[in-house]
Nanobody
């Protein structure tokens, strides 16, 4: 059973930085991509950044130039951990940040897995 666990959220002042981590456990046949989404109070969940198995990245316009998504393959595990480096944070970045995995099971069925979320609060 694949599980995702996010960490690294917290309270930071405007202009500050945080680094979120998403650690994957459990096995899956293949992974297309992993990404970070966020949901602010009263708003829909939105894509922040994603990274594919070929290391192509995609960012929301609102975070381009400030956020960077990356991954490591520690322990010979593809997509072992996915990171989101967030710089020059703004109050409007305040949200619960979720990690998402898109992949395929051994039976070739598509699989989507979400983490439990980590809260980021940007405030003075």
């Amino acid at each position: 059973q694949v599980q995702l666990v996010e960490s690294g959220g917290g309270l930071v002042q405007p202009g500050g930085s945080l680094r979120l981590s998403c650690a994957r456990s459990g096995s899956i046949f293949s992974i297309y991509a992993m990404g970070w989404y966020r949901q602010a109070p009263g708003k829909q969940r939105e894509l922040v950044a994603s990274i594919t198995s070929g290391d192509s990245t995609n960012y929301a316009d609102s975070v381009k130039g400030r956020f960077t998504i990356s991954r490591d393959n520690a322990k010979n595990t593809v997509f072992h951990t996915v990171f989101l480096q967030m710089n020059s944070l703004k109050p409007e970045d305040t949200a619960v940040y979720y990690c998402r995995l898109s992949g395929k099971e051994v039976n070739m069925r598509d699989r989507e897995v979400w983490g439990q979320g980590t809260l980021v609060t940007v405030s003075s």
